[in-house]
Nanobody, 122 residues
Framework: QVQLVESGGGLVQAGGSLRLSCAAS????????MGWFRQAPGKEREFVAA????????NYADSVKGRFTISRDNAKNTVYLQMNSLKPEDTAIYYC???????????????WGQGTQVTVSS
């Protein structure tokens, strides 16, 4: 069982930056690939970024490539999402999730956090 708690969301102006954190419980954090997803009002939850258990490989949605960076610190059981050059269309609830294998679809993830709101004003 893995419990995930996101933090770091908030209100920021377009062009600004935020760093999201996701703290995980348990001693097996490094076994899990971690992903970030987001869901805007009236839209489906969509993939943002993912990272393997070792941190050696990452994957990004085209919409965030070059602006967002996913990383992890296995000693701290934490995964991060650094978001730069934010745009109003990045406004959403951001969720972190854990999976046995790195993936881009929600159905491959077994554990989810409660989400953190990110709002980007124009």
């Amino acid at each position: 069982q893995v419990q995930l708690v996101e933090s770091g969301g908030g209100l920021v102006q377009a062009g600004g930056s935020l760093r999201l954190s996701c703290a995980a419980s348990g001693r097996t954090f490094s076994r899990y690939a971690m992903g970030w997803f987001r869901q805007a009002p009236g839209k489906e939850r969509e993939f943002v970024a993912a990272i393997t258990g070792s941190g050696g490989w990452t994957n990004y949605a085209d919409s965030v490539k070059g602006r967002f960076t996913i990383s992890r610190d296995n000693a701290k059981n934490t995964v991060y999402l650094q978001m730069n050059s934010l745009k109003p269309e990045d406004t959403a609830i951001y969720y972190c999730a854990a999976a046995e294998v790195i993936a881009v679809v929600t159905t491959r993830y077994d554990y989810w956090g409660q989400g953190t709101q990110v709002t980007v004003s124009s």
